[in-house]
């Protein structure tokens, strides 16, 4: 009758245990040990403030990103959006595998909901930050997929920036708005149409090169 939630008792094991709940009529003591243990989750916050660089291991792959071991209790989660900046969901994700070790920024920690966010792009810079480019501009691009509704691009420094040229913009003539006639690995000249560096989309089009080349 002397016990209430919140005392800590000392067990013949010298374990320390918090009383959570005393239910006399089911004569029923409800004990925890963790309660009276240092959060990880806040023992990790403290070590490894927002902005951390850590080391970690590729523990689990899902469809959602990649989980990431960082101590003997704790795994932080690199969603698919913060795996790398030139490639996006399944290309981004297929580059790792278990046991990989990888270096990520933490992104977020969430004590209350045990969750630490954490980004393997943003340990470098933003290939987009310093990119400048200008409508009626003729740049020179690499294929990276060709799709049916039209072909995936790379360029810019280190081939970091990517771009999806429609099917109606790989030709002004209709019968070669074609995907298939393109492969992987063609380096091929486009105008850019269209650039917005805050929603970090580049516009391109073959087809308004060719007919900016034929009403000169």
């Known amino acids: 009758k002397n016990l209430h939630p919140s005392k800590i008792l000392s067990t013949s094991q010298e374990v320390d245990v918090q009383v959570l709940d005393v239910e006399g009529e089911k004569r029923r003591i409800s004990l925890g040990i963790k309660q009276v243990q240092n959060n990880p989750w806040d023992n990790f916050l403290s070590d490894h403030p927002v902005g951390t660089v850590i080391?970690?291991?590729?523990?689990?792959?899902?469809?959602?990103?990649?989980?990431?071991?960082?101590?003997?209790?704790l795994d932080g989660m690199v969603h698919?959006?913060?795996i790398a900046w030139d490639a996006q969901a399944e290309?981004?994700?297929?580059?790792?595998?278990?046991?990989d070790?990888?270096?990520a920024k933490v992104l977020d920690v969430d004590v209350e909901k045990?969750?630490?966010?954490?980004?393997?792009?943003?340990?470098?810079?933003?290939?987009?930050?310093?990119a400048d480019f200008k409508r009626g501009q003729i740049i020179t691009v690499e294929i990276v997929d060709v799709a049916t509704g039209g072909i995936e691009v790379a360029f810019g420094d280190g081939n970091a920036l990517r771009s999806f040229i429609r099917k109606s913009d790989l030709s002004r003539d209709r019968q070669e708005q074609r995907a298939d006639r393109f492969s992987k690995g063609d380096r091929i000249d486009a105008?850019?149409?269209?650039?917005?560096?805050?929603?970090?989309?580049?516009a391109?089009?073959?087809?308004?090169m060719e007919l900016?080349?034929?009403k000169e």
């Not at 290309?91 to 046991?99: M, Q």
């Not at 105008?191 to 580049?202: A, E």
């Open 204 to 208: 391109l089009s073959i087809k308004a």
């Open 114 to 130: 045990e969750r630490i966010s954490l980004g393997i792009k943003q340990v470098d810079s933003d290939p987009m930050a310093d």
């Open 55 to 73: 080391e970690g291991e590729v523990k689990n792959i899902t469809e959602f990103g990649l989980f990431v071991g960082l101590t003997p209790e």
């Open 80 to 82: 698919l959006s913060d």
């Open 91 to 99: 290309e981004a994700v297929g580059r790792y595998n278990k046991g």
């Open 212 to 214: 900016a080349d034929e």
């Open 191 to 202: 105008m850019v149409t269209g650039f917005d560096k805050s929603s970090r989309k580049v």
């Open 101 to 103: 070790g990888v270096k």
